[in-house]
């Protein structure tokens, strides 16, 4: 029973805390799939161009600006406090999107 239980212990101290694990935003047909995401503080989220053209991630704030992400380039952003985070894309400002962050 105690192999058992500290068996059990063990695989679940080995999972990746949920700030930890990653997420994903998918560029696709000039939008950002999906349009919103909540994510835990420290997270990182990975901003993937499935688009047939050039697309960027600027966040609203100013606090960041990618180069221009070509088809199957991707970017990874860290969000390492709480607060919503509004995006765009610098070539297309009409898509936008928003990063919830909670503790």
Same mark, same amino acid.
């Given at each position: 029973?105690?192999?058992? !239980?500290?068996?059990? !212990? ?80 610098? !070539? ?12």
């Amino acid at each position: 029973m105690k192999s058992l !239980l500290l068996a059990g !212990l063990i695989g679940v101290l080995s999972l990746p805390s949920l700030a930890e694990t990653p997420s994903g935003v998918s560029i696709e047909n000039f939008t950002f799939k999906p349009a919103t995401l909540t994510v835990h503080a420290g997270a990182h989220v990975t901003f993937k161009n499935a688009d047939d053209i050039p697309h960027s991630v600027v966040m609203s704030d100013g606090s960041y600006h990618s180069r221009a992400l070509d088809t199957g380039e991707s970017v990874d952003v860290a969000f390492p406090k709480p607060g919503d985070y509004r995006y765009f894309c610098g !070539l297309h400002p009409h898509m936008q999107g928003l990063i919830t962050v909670v503790p």
